[in-house]
Every structure is written in structure tokens, then in C-alpha cells.
């Protein structure tokens, strides 16, 4: 089992910055890629960033050039840094890993239970 545990939401005036940060433990022998989701009220799930195990990342157009995702791959760890926020960045954020629990087994992706941004106008 793997657990995917989300901090840093919260509420901050339009112009500002946050940083999530996420952290994946449990069962797991290697991680693959670890990305950031988000969904806004009334609208479907949609993805914001993702990063490989490499370091290849990858942006949603609403976001490039404000968001920057990292990652530690000794602790398991992502973070979205979001600068410039806008009140359409309003969302609850999730955290996904794909990871497995073996040397040869199938991936899986596990989701955190969401943090809330609020960027007022």
C-alpha cells in the first residue's frame, strides 16, 4: 500500500505565490512519474504538471511559466511552486505516484486526498 499525503494549500491574494509539497511512503520499490492534478467547482479533474523520474517535466498551457514542479527522489517527494496566481488557479490540488512495490510488477497510480487553493481577486 502506498500512502500520498498533500500540504501547503491555502488562501493568498491574486499576484501571490504557494508551494505544495507531496509525499509518497508505503510499499514502494521505485517510483515513475509524479504529477499535480487540480479541480475546480463545477469543472472536471484536469492535470497541471508532471515530472518523470528523470526530471522531464511537463505543463497544462494555463500554467507554464508560473508553476514550477520539482522533485527529491531519495525522499519520495514533489512540489509545485505557484507564483503569479490567479483566482482561476482556484482549485483542489491533487497529488499522484506511479510507483510499484517490486523490481518487475505492474505500476500503479495512487492519488492524495487533495488540498484546497484559493486565490482571491
Known amino acids: 500500500q502506498v500512502q500520498v499525503v498533500e500540504s501547503g494549500g491555502g488562501l493568498v491574494q491574486a499576484g501571490g505565490s504557494l508551494r505544495l509539497s507531496c509525499a509518497a511512503s508505503?510499499?514502494?520499490?521505485?517510483?515513475?512519474?509524479m504529477g499535480w492534478y487540480r479541480q475546480a467547482p463545477g469543472k472536471q479533474r484536469e492535470l497541471v504538471a508532471t515530472?518523470?523520474?528523470?526530471?522531464?517535466?511537463s505543463y497544462a498551457d494555463s500554467v507554464k511559466g508560473r508553476f514550477t514542479i520539482s522533485r527529491d527522489n531519495a525522499k519520495n517527494t514533489v512540489s509545485l511552486q505557484m507564483n503569479s496566481l490567479k483566482p482561476e488557479d482556484t482549485a483542489v490540488y491533487y497529488c499522484?505516484?506511479?510507483?510499484?512495490?517490486?523490481?518487475?510488477?505492474?505500476?500503479?497510480?495512487?492519488w492524495g486526498q487533495g488540498t484546497q487553493v484559493t486565490v482571491s481577486s
Open positions: 499522484t505516484t506511479t510507483a510499484r512495490a517490486q523490481a518487475v510488477g505492474s505500476w500503479w497510480t495512487y
Open positions: 508505503g510499499s514502494i520499490f521505485s517510483i515513475n512519474a
Open positions: 515530472i518523470t523520474s528523470g526530471g522531464r517535466t
